[in-house]
């Protein structure tokens, strides 16, 4: 499909839902692909990028970010704790803060090192148990205590069940973010993104679409 159709996508679902244009961000999911699709992606001039692995971005962003300027990259994966300061040191965002001790151990090192990326918090809409993050019960309970920690919550970020209507949970999350005063929301993927700009995305997460399919090892 590529990237300039995707962004052409973004622009009428922002226009359809009355919203300012620019208003949502593409976070190019560049996850196990090749150097070269994500080398041919920076040339098109996008700028802002995903990763699910602290070590996979470590071996591919700093090089990239040596010849093209601007680039932020945004942890969109699960973070175990044990790599939070690598995370912090190579991640403009992290999207997948879903416990306690992993926001403690962020707090810790933001003192530490006196900065600290934009932050989201995970929320599990659908509550399934194999799946990361707070559940919707105790969302408004963990915002509080990671603004208690000085911690820069930027928004939310869901990843609805697979075999649910993707807009029940992106209206949950929505609205869990309108009454804690939050306004990022990462939320939809390449099947999803346009009925997620209608709820109110500011994120959209998409991979496949802009790159090809994944080549995994």
């Not at 995903?50 to 996979?56: D, H, I, L």
Request: with cysteine; charged share 25%.
């Amino acid at each position: 499909m590529g990237l300039s159709e995707i962004k052409e996508r973004i622009a009428r679902a922002e226009a359809d839902a009355g919203r300012d244009a620019g208003s949502v961000q593409l976070i190019a999911v560049s996850k196990v692909q090749p150097d070269e699709r994500v080398r041919a992606v920076l040339d098109e001039g996008h700028r802002l990028f995903g990763e699910n692995k602290v070590q996979e971005a470590a071996g591919k962003w700093p090089g990239f970010r040596q010849d093209y300027d601007g680039v932020q990259v945004h942890l969109i994966g699960p973070l175990q704790s044990n790599k939070t300061r690598q995370a912090m040191d190579l991640f403009e965002a992290i999207h997948s803060v879903d416990r306690p001790k992993l926001a403690k151990t962020i707090a810790r090192i933001a003192q530490e090192i006196g900065a600290c990326p934009e932050l989201f918090i995970q929320v599990n809409t659908g509550e399934e148990p194999q799946k990361a993050g707070v559940l919707p019960a105790d969302a408004d309970g963990f915002i509080d205590e990671c603004r208690g920690m000085d911690l820069p919550v930027r928004g939310l970020m869901c990843i609805p069940p697979v075999d649910e209507a993707p807009s029940l949970h992106f209206a949950l999350l929505a609205k869990i973010a309108a009454r804690n005063g939050l306004d990022g929301l990462s939320m939809g993927m390449s099947d999803d993104f346009e009925q997620a700009i209608a709820l109110g995305a500011t994120h959209v997460r998409v991979g496949s679409a802009i790159f090809g399919a994944r080549v995994p090892g």
